[in-house]
């Protein structure tokens, strides 16, 4: 499978402070010299052409069973409770829907839709995102969505109810869905919420 990392202009891997992240996705990987470096005030060209093909690497590294390309996020497209991002990859470098993002942390979301040279991207945040899941990598599966006006946490529902589940728990996919491959981050149990039927018990986890 292919793939691509997002860099903010800087050749960094967060944009903004509302969203921490950045991504990957299918696509084909570059060669250094077609990764774009700006100028960025306070470092040499080659100083930051060093760090981003550095992030490259690393990150390449770390998915290594996917060719990772560098991309970045040039938009935000907020409507409503939705928050999805606009980055600058398209059709043109093979980008199609439904294809899986994540950055060096972990889940971002999918792609929702692709022009010639840009793709939106619904973030796992966004109240109208769901995803299949599991807590420290039991085979019993969990869904988690975003919550109404918070950018941080998300939901976690469907737990088994003699699923032991504490603060701290890591939170992965799990490979169902057919987005998002098994064992990408989504982030840890912050908050464990009992209910006084068992089925119905939730937790709330902060993203990664």
Same mark, same amino acid.
């Given at each position: 499978m292919k793939s691509i990392y997002i860099t903010d202009e800087n050749g960094n891997f967060k944009k903004t402070d509302k969203l921490e992240k950045s991504s990957w996705i299918d696509l084909v990987s570059p060669t250094k010299e077609e990764i774009e470096v700006p100028n960025v005030a306070g470092l040499t060209i080659l100083e930051a052409e060093n760090n981003n093909y550095k992030n490259y690497l690393e990150l390449a590294e770390e998915y290594n069973d996917y060719d990772v390309v560098p991309a970045y996020i040039i938009n935000e497209d907020l409507f409503n409770y939705n928050y999805n991002i606009i980055i600058n990859v398209g059709k043109r470098d093979g980008v199609e829907k439904d294809m899986a993002v994540v950055n060096e942390d972990g889940v971002v979301g999918h792609v929702i839709s692709v022009t010639d040279n840009t793709a939106k991207v619904k973030t796992l945040v966004d109240t109208s995102c769901f995803i299949s899941? &599991? #807590? %420290?990598?039991? %085979? %019993? &599966? #969990?869904?988690? =969505?975003?919550?109404? %006006? =918070?950018?941080e946490n998300l939901k976690g529902v469907f737990i088994e109810p003699g699923q032991n589940v504490v603060v701290g728990d890591l939170v992965e996919t799990n490979g169902l869905g057919g987005i998002y491959p098994k064992g990408l981050k989504i982030g840890t149990v912050k908050e464990i919420i009992d209910t006084k039927n068992i089925t119905d018990r939730y937790v709330i986890i902060k993203t990664s």
């Open positions: 899941a &599991s #807590i %420290n990598d039991i %085979n %019993n &599966s #969990i869904v988690c =969505n975003g919550l109404l %006006n =918070n950018r």
